[in-house]
């Protein structure tokens, strides 16, 4: 194979994936749903689980102490730290919201392979151990099986700023002796985390670096605010051209963490499915545009104030195609939720995934409760109103997982969801947020 071939295929494969599903199946806590429930209340939002996880890892650009708000408790949080304390940094939570982080002591600048397949966002620490140590070794990172996760855009970016990669074995080993330097860096697609990478590399970088075809993800545009309260000079987020002007020092910051707009989008959906009426209280209306005028064209009522999202839904859902897109597209990690919930409606839904290929891991769970779905490729098909009933099914990644729990509180009978962990990851207390609202669900 030429040595481009070579490093091209490198840099999409993640080896170890399905060893690292394979030996978490071993988990075993359960959901145990009875459905029939009709959601009511009021819920609070926590803080977004994958905008806390790039800003842990910002934490790493500075020897002063970065003190971050609004954090989830959920587990990726809880595996991150571990891998930033394996890397010197002392990371501390007073109280479950509150995590500080120094890292004034970092002093390891590799790190293994059961500290970086917990999750995706673990190869965050690459950008900023590079510029300000100059060298990290990282083997490819975890996550959710849910398609071609390739890191090329992070490692491209990395390059054109003037590190040398090699790959050692599991690892990448990043060399950047003499530092980074600024430079032109265009992301071959708007990868969220790769855009990150390179917005916390290049605020220590020499010059000025401007990333073109940037994500604008929300969770881009926090790192940014973030990163901009340590001293850093970012501009252009939320637009596809973002320009970063380097700085020698960053210094630290308290900051609160922007509201999770998926486990908002979660609530929202379960509301509609389960034709209740309930507040969601802190959702950020304001990046929520495309759930919003979906969940209205299925019929349901939704009241968008600043701060405040009411969703209620009555009678008959109507059918409704969407495509998951990059933002402000309907988010990819929205998709399986609304497919559960179009199971509810009435005539024929057409669902288009173009954000990841393999998002369909929900589809074959539903079908074990009954619903009449058909997917081929990145597209599915969805027929309704289908009664669901009860049944054993998996929680197969973090979002499939919500998919068959949300049919579970729609459906007669109990259901049981096994490999909750994934679930887990990154919604906090989801089983006690869903029970304050009248769900009947407990973990076994
Ligand atoms: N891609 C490339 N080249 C690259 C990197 C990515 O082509 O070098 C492609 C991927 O193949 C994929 C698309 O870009 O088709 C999106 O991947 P991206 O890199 O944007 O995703 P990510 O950064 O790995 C984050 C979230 C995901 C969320 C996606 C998309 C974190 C930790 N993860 O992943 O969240 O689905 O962005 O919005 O921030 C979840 O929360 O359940 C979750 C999976």
């Known amino acids: 194979m030429p040595s481009s071939v070579r490093s091209i295929a ?54 002063d102490t970065v003190v971050l708000e609004n954090v989830p408790a959920v587990s990726d949080i809880d595996s991150l730290a571990g891998l930033l304390a394996h890397l010197g940094a002392t990371v501390e939570r007073p109280e479950p919201s509150r995590v500080e982080i120094n890292a004034a002591k970092v002093g390891t600048l590799e790190a293994p392979i059961d500290l970086v397949s917990e ?20 083997p490819p990172p975890g996550g959710d099986v849910i398609g071609q996760r390739p890191i090329a855009v992070h490692l491209d970016g990395f390059e054109a700023m003037g590190a040398t990669i090699d790959r050692v074995g599991e690892h990448y080993q990043a060399h950047a002796p003499k530092g980074l330097a600024g430079t032109r860096v265009f992301a071959d697609y708007p990868s969220v985390s790769g855009t990150q990478n390179l917005m916390l590399a290049a605020t220590l970088a020499r010059g000025e670096t401007t990333i073109i075809n940037a994500a604008t993800e929300p969770e881009v545009q926090a790192l940014a605010a973030l990163l901009n309260s340590m001293g850093a000079r970012i501009s252009g987020v939320g637009t596809q051209v973002v320009t970063i002007e380097g700085v020698e020092r960053l210094h630290g910051t308290t900051f609160a963490l922007v509201p999770d707009r998926i486990e908002a989008g979660t609530f929202a959906i379960a509301t509609a499915m389960t034709h209740g009426d309930v507040e969601l209280v802190d959702a950020p209306v304001g990046v929520m545009d495309a759930l919003i005028t979906k969940l209205r064209a299925a019929g349901a009522t939704v009241e968008a104030r600043e701060g405040s999202l009411r969703v209620a839904a009555g009678g008959r859902l109507a059918p409704v195609g969407f495509q998951a897109l990059p933002y402000p597209g309907l988010p990819t990690d929205l998709h399986a939720p609304m497919g559960a919930l179009l199971t509810q409606a009435d005539g024929v839904s057409i669902i288009h995934e173009r954000v990841f290929d393999n998002r369909m891991l929900y589809v074959d769970e539903l079908r074990k409760m009954g619903a009449e ?52 990851r990154k919604y906090e207390r989801l089983d006690e947020k869903l029970r304050g609202l009248g769900a009947e669900l407990e973990r076994v």
């Open 10 to 63: 490198a840099r999409s494969a993640c080896p170890h994936t399905e060893t690292q599903m394979d030996s978490k199946r071993a988990h075993g806590s359960r959901y145990q749903v009875r459905g029939g429930a009709v959601l009511n209340g009021s819920v609070r939002i926590s803080g977004s689980a994958n905008a806390a996880l790039a800003s842990m890892c910002a934490a790493l650009l500075t020897d």
């Open 119 to 138: 999750n995706r966002a673990s190869f965050q620490v690459m950008g900023p151990l590079l510029a300000r140590h100059g060298f990290a070794a990282l």
């Open 373 to 424: 779905i058909v997917s081929t490729g990145s597209s599915a098909i969805v027929s309704g109103p289908t009664p669901l009933h009860g049944a054993r099914a998996r929680a197969l990644d973090v979002r499939a997982g919500a998919a068959v729990l949300l049919a579970g509180l729609a459906a007669s009978g109990t259901t049981v969801i096994d490999d909750i962990y994934h679930l887990d």
